[in-house]
């Protein structure tokens, strides 16, 4: 089992900062992406960001030049820095991992959602 701890959410105002951190922990064998997702009221969940074992990032348009996601890979976390938060920004941000790990004995792939955490943008 593989499980994914997140942090940093909370409030901001418009223009502020935040960072989340994501930590995996479980019978891991490797983490091939790491990456944030959203989910905002009566929205679809939608990608933010997404950071590779190899250090490749991908971003959403809304979010690019503002945010910055980052990984420690030995320590099977991964970060997310935002900027010039907006109120748009406004949603449940969670974590997801996709990788292979150990389970029966047996190595299999796994694909692992965080609890979420909130993010608030308002003045």
């Known amino acids: 089992q593989v499980q994914l701890v997140e942090s940093g959410g909370g409030l901001a105002q418009p223009g502020g900062s935040l960072r989340l951190s994501c930590a995996a922990s479980g019978s891991i064998v490797s983490i091939n992406v790491m990456g944030w997702y959203r989910q905002a009221p009566g929205k679809q969940r939608e990608l933010v960001a997404v950071i590779t074992n190899t250090g490749s990032t991908n971003y959403a348009d809304s979010v690019k030049g503002r945010f910055t996601i980052s990984s420690a890979n030995a320590r099977n976390t991964v970060y997310l820095q935002m900027n010039s938060l907006k109120p748009e920004d406004t949603a449940v941000y969670y974590c997801?991992?996709?990788?292979?790990?150990?389970?029966?004995?047996?190595?299999?792939?796994?694909?692992?959602w965080g609890q979420g955490t909130l993010v608030t943008v308002s003045s």
């Open positions: 997801n991992a996709h990788g292979k790990g150990w389970k029966n004995r047996v190595i299999s792939a796994f694909d692992t």
